[in-house]
T-cell receptor, first 115, second 111 residues
Framework: AQSVTQLDSQVPVFEEAPVELRCNYS??????LFWYVQYPNQGLQLLLK??????LVKGINGFEAEFNKSQTSFHLRKPSVHISDTAEYFC?????????????FGTGTQLKVEL | DVKVTQSSRYLVKRTGEKVFLECVQD?????MFWYRQDPGLGLRLIYF???????EKGDIPEGYSVSREKKERFSLILESASTNQTSMYLC??????????FGNGTRLTVT
C-alpha cells in the first residue's frame, strides 16, 4: 500500500528567503506525485504534478519539485517566498494501476512566511 | 474549468441523526472521492467510486456509506452521526488525464 510522509508539520521562513518542504513516499509500484496547496478557508488546489518524464517539475506561483526515485522523495522548493505563500501544503501519491486512481495524502506542512 | 460543488459549506447536526453530504461535478469524471480533513492528520480517504453504482472503501470507511446513482453525483452518508465525525469533508473528482479537483468543503459539526 502507498503512503506519504511529510516530515515537517510547520515551517516558518522570512519573506524572500528560499524554502524546501519535504515529502517522502512509499510504494511497491510506479507512482504519480502531486503537491496541493490550501489557503485559509479554501479548498485544495493543484500546485504541480509528476506523471513521467523530466524529474524536475515546475508548478504555479514559482514552485518546483524534484522527483528522486532512489530516495523516494518529492520535495517542494521555492527560491524566494512571499507573504502570500502562507498556506498549508499537502504532498500526495497515486499508484499507477489499471484501476481507479486513489490518492493518498500526507499530513500537511504549514508554511508561515514572516516579514 | 472543472467545478466540484458541495451542497453545504457549514452543517450542524445532532448525535444520532442521519446526515447526507452531497457533491456534484460537471466534467463527466469517472472517479469521485470523499475525504475528511482533520488538523495534524491531513486528508484521509473515506470512500471512492470509479463508476456509477461502484464504490470502494478507503482508509477510514467505518461509520460512513456512499451512493453514486448518477455519474455526476456522489453522496456521503453518515447513518448515525457521532461527535467524532465532526470534521471538514472534502469531495473530489478526477479523470484519467486530469488531476484531482476539490470542492470547497463542508464543515460538519456534530453536537
Amino acid at each position: 500500500a502507498q503512503s506519504v510522509t511529510q516530515l515537517d508539520s510547520q515551517v516558518p521562513v522570512f519573506e524572500e528567503a528560499p524554502v524546501e518542504l519535504r515529502c517522502n513516499y512509499s510504494s511497491s509500484v510506479s507512482v504519480y506525485l502531486f503537491w496541493y496547496v490550501q489557503y485559509p478557508n479554501q479548498g485544495l488546489q493543484l500546485l504541480l504534478k509528476y506523471l513521467s518524464g523530466s524529474t524536475l517539475v515546475k508548478g504555479i506561483n514559482g514552485f518546483e519539485a524534484e522527483f528522486n526515485k532512489s530516495q523516494t522523495s518529492f520535495h517542494l522548493r521555492k527560491p524566494s517566498v512571499h507573504i502570500s505563500d502562507t498556506a498549508e501544503y499537502f504532498c500526495a501519491v497515486s499508484e499507477v494501476t489499471g484501476g481507479g486512481n486513489k490518492l493518498t495524502f500526507g499530513t500537511g506542512t504549514q508554511l508561515k512566511v514572516e516579514l | 474549468d472543472v467545478k466540484v460543488t458541495q451542497s453545504s459549506r457549514y452543517l450542524v447536526k445532532r448525535t444520532g441523526e442521519k446526515v447526507f453530504l452531497e457533491c456534484v461535478q460537471d466534467m463527466d469524471h469517472e472517479n469521485m472521492f470523499w475525504y475528511r480533513q482533520d488538523p495534524g492528520l491531513g486528508l484521509r480517504l473515506i470512500y471512492f467510486s470509479y463508476d456509477v453504482k461502484m464504490k470502494e472503501k478507503g482508509d477510514i470507511p467505518e461509520g460512513y456509506s456512499v451512493s453514486r446513482e448518477k455519474k455526476e453525483r456522489f453522496s456521503l452518508i453518515l447513518e448515525s452521526a457521532s461527535t467524532n465525525q465532526t470534521s471538514m469533508y472534502l469531495c473530489a473528482s478526477l479523470d484519467v488525464n486530469s488531476p484531482l479537483h476539490f470542492g470547497n468543503g463542508t464543515r460538519l459539526t456534530v453536537t
